[in-house]
């Protein structure tokens, strides 16, 4: 045997790729031991490469986990686009193993559910297609039809991909499935014991799984034979990973379903306004249990009146429950009317501007522009502020004005665990609770069948938030929140806005919603435009600052993209590191990637399509 000598990707590693020897031919995708400054670490075989001119060390013993083909093309271009090493990439992967043999396939019998015309034709057009929206109200079966398109999947011998919000992997959700497809489906996410997560493992690898449910990190398990992902929710942003590779499952997916001829199935009650304008559609129009819902519009703020009190009361003399959503709290930095709901906005960039009290200005961080915070409200004349209430204080005043219900508080400082969320949510649904308090959580896919009272408090701040997603996140949420009433009974949702033309004008035409948002987006923002952020962040602000300098510098040298601006980041300062940020501009995603690669000295983070500009 003679000397070969192969590129090795080194796990996990923010490294470049080393040529490493060894004394036998390896597979590509095979995982090794390798020496590397006296330590011991495991890299991925990339490819062959010719004896190099300088003296290398060799690979100390390969192990029987390896990559697929797929899982190797993925990470290369997760490396390529959302800029890592491809050892970082990998490292998001699963291996396959050479040490499971298969276990002999058993007979999959097809679920007895019964689809109503509207589901069976949205399933025939699922099936026509590589890769569509299903767009669908809440409670219009949706998953219905996912069970019957894993069904299909199952008879023909494949596998499958269910992706949802972590929040949405409840146990009745788990329950739901495992009725359906027993053994065959198992559930993956971040909070399994290692043993569990031993055992989910060894089933999909062996083969005996082939439908799992779980959030975005499921899209990298060794599944076998895939030929279906389905990705619930698809406007939700949990699928767009935090830290570095900065990547969104629901892209990779579809990447992974063009690369791989896998069928994409996105779903939502409330897509994303670049999936509605990219995807063909497949749309329900009406929810399967049709109820009746009354809408009331009140004016003020971010707090409850005595109609709703009234309103409380009168649902939970009836024997209904009552949810409230409160926007979370948290980087509170924005001004706002109280009165009349005005919001400073940046006249270049339509987005709300970000308040720097010790600065006295309110900044725009996508583009720079400041000017002094107005003393009182340019529109109304009345006082402008920028503090309100959150959740706890809200339970508060409901408990001393209702000393009989039972008020639970839902957000993310009492929900910290998944037992938790199940507790309370056993709770809600054995009526116990009388009313929930919550923020975003509440809209999450959890199915309440007795609420016939929705509030719906603060919209207006999310639409004053700076972000250009801002008057699509208030809509979606108004939506979501609304359709968690009135499941099976009658309800009324009442909202708390300032601007209710901006919501009375879309209830149950969501397209006209999105259509007119694409319009108001066009040129702007995606999906006509695409934005990439880079993030600085160090112990020395001086320091910091000159790298955004010089990266700026050399970008305008470039001169292919714009630069929508440069400076500070909304929040400055995170664990004593001070925050910029460049925000760059392109009708060309290419151009981005071009200048960002040209650019990229591995002094800043890139994050490709932000959804998050904190
Ligand atoms: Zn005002
Ligand atoms: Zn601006």
Not at 2 to 13: D, F, N, P, R, T
Not at 14 to 32: A, M, Q, R, W
Request: proline residues 4%; positive net charge.
């Amino acid at each position: 045997m003679s000397v070969k000598y192969y590129e090795i990707a080194l796990l996990g590693k923010k490294l470049f790729s080393l040529t490493y020897s060894y004394e036998d031919s390896l597979n590509f995708g095979s995982i090794v031991n390798v020496p590397l400054q006296k330590r011991k670490v495991k890299g991925v075989v990339l490819r062959e490469v010719e004896k190099p001119d300088f003296s290398v060390v060799d690979i100390e013993n390969v192990e029987s986990l390896y990559y697929q083909e797929w899982q190797l093309e993925l990470a290369s271009f997760i490396s390529t686009y959302y800029r890592c090493q491809i050892g970082e990439a990998l490292q998001l992967m699963v291996p396959y193993s050479h040490d499971y043999p298969k276990a002999d396939k058993t007979a999959h019998t097809a679920s007895d559910i019964v689809l109503s015309p509207s589901q069976e034709t949205a399933f025939k057009d699922l099936l026509s297609r590589d890769s569509s929206l299903l767009f669908a109200p809440t409670g219009s079966g949706k998953t219905e039809i996912y069970i019957k398109l894993f069904d299909k999947v199952l008879n023909e011998g494949g596998s499958a991909l269910f992706l949802m919000p972590e929040i949405s992997l409840t146990p009745q959700m788990q329950k739901r499935l495992e009725a359906y497809f027993g053994e065959k489906v198992a559930i993956w996410h971040s909070k399994l014991t290692k043993s569990k997560r031993q055992s989910v493992l060894e089933s999909i690898r062996n083969g005996t799984v082939s439908i799992v449910a779980g959030p975005r990190s499921s899209l990298f398990l060794p599944m076998q034979n895939l030929k279906l992902i389905v990705v619930d929710e698809e406007h939700d942003d949990s699928y767009k990973a935090h830290n570095r590779p900065r990547y969104h499952a629901r892209d990779l997916a579809l990447w992974i379903g063009k690369q791989s001829k896998v069928r994409i199935v996105l779903g939502s009650a409330t897509p994303s306004a670049t999936s509605f304008a990219k995807f063909p559609i497949v749309r329900i129009t009406e929810p399967y249990i049709k109820t009746k819902k009354r809408y009331i519009f009140e004016g003020g703020s971010c707090s409850l009146t005595s109609n709703m009190l009234e309103e409380i009361e009168r649902h939970h003399s009836n024997g209904g429950q009552v949810i409230i959503f409160l926007p979370t709290r948290a980087n509170f930095k924005y001004l706002y009317c109280d009165n009349c709901s005005y919001s400073v906005m940046c006249p270049f960039c339509s987005v709300g501007m970000s308040l720097h009290r010790f600065r006295k200005v309110v900044q725009c961080h996508y583009c720079g522009y400041a000017e002094k915070i107005p003393s009182s409200c340019p529109k109304c004349g009345s006082i402008i502020r920028s503090d309100r209430i959150g959740t706890a204080e809200v339970v508060e005043q409901l408990r001393e004005h209702f000393s009989d219900m039972n008020i639970e508080q839902f957000d993310k400082d009492t929900i910290t665990t998944a037992s938790k969320l199940q507790k309370a949510l056993n709770k809600f649904a054995k009526k116990e609770t009388d009313i929930l308090v919550g923020t975003q959580m509440l809209a999450k896919g959890h199915d309440y069948s007795d609420v016939t009272l929705a509030i719906i408090l603060g919209l207006d701040y999310i639409l004053a938030l700076p972000d250009f997603r801002a008057r699509e996140r208030a809509q979606s949420l108004f939506v979501q929140i609304a359709g968690r009433a009135g499941r099976a009974r009658e309800a009324t949702v009442i909202v708390q806005t300032n601007q209710p033309y901006f919501f009375k004008e879309y209830i149950g035409k969501y397209e006209k919603f999105l259509q007119e948002e694409l319009v108001y987006r066009e040129g702007l923002y995606p999906p006509s435009m695409y934005l990439c952020r880079l993030l600085f962040a160090s112990k020395n602000e001086a320091k910091a600052k000159a790298e955004v300098d010089r990266i700026k510098s050399k970008i305008e040298k470039f001169g292919l993209v714009e630069i929508v601006g440069a400076g500070k980041a909304p929040i400055e300062k995170i664990a004593g590191k001070f925050r910029f940020n460049i925000l760059l501009r392109s009708s060309k995603r290419a151009d981005l990637m071009r200048v960002v690669k040209a650019v990229d000295d591995g002094s800043f983070e890139v994050d490709m399509d932000p959804v998050d500009f904190a």
